[in-house]
């Protein structure tokens, strides 16, 4: 999910070409005004932490933009191109690398792959079913090797 910092500085196209380009495909994505309630279930796991209300007002302080990747071992793929929670200890190459310098304003949010489950949580927290799609992308056999 591309934060409120990501979609006012207009980042959203530079981002989505990233992981399009990757070879990663999207079955879902929209613009969303996250509210209180929404940001609270998100962060949950933050509840207790000292910039948890910060967080809070920084997620709902405007439009975000939610994108549901699929791909080989996705959640994973796109923690490492997101980079560290830090940006400034994020490498170059990386998006919070090369487009952030702010801890909390770091661009981008992405499921945990260490946490198992959070990637499906997640997408049921901000997808309906029927906002995601199944389709082939043109490519995908020269992605991925035919092993039949
Ligand atoms: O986003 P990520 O999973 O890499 O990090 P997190 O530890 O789950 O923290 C969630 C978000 O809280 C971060 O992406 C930052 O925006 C923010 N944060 C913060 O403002 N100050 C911290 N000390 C740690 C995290
Ligand atoms: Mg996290």
Redesign the pocket.
């Known amino acids: 999910m591309i934060?409120p910092d990501g979609v006012q500085r207009g980042l959203i196209g530079e981002i989505v070409s990233r992981f399009e380009e990757r070879g990663l495909k999207m079955v879902g994505s929209k613009l969303i005004q996250i509210d209180e309630d929404l940001a609270n279930e998100h962060?949950a796991?933050?509840a207790d932490?000292?910039?948890f209300d910060?967080?809070v007002g920084?997620?709902t302080s405007g439009p975000a933009f939610a994108m549901v990747w699929q791909g080989a071992d996705a959640t994973r793929q796109v923690?490492s191109m997101?980079g560290?929670?830090?940006p400034a200890e994020s490498a170059p190459g990386t998006i919070?690398g090369d487009l952030g310098l702010d801890?909390?304003?770091?661009v981008?949010?992405?499921s945990?792959h260490e946490d198992p489950g959070s990637n499906e949580r997640e997408i049921q927290l901000f997808f309906e079913e029927t906002e995601l799609l199944e389709y082939s992308r043109i490519d995908e056999s020269w992605l991925y090797t035919d092993e039949d």
Do not use: C, G, P, S
């Open positions: 934060k962060y796991e933050h932490k000292d910039f910060e967080l920084f997620i923690r997101v560290k929670t830090d919070r801890l909390e304003r770091n981008i949010h992405a945990d």
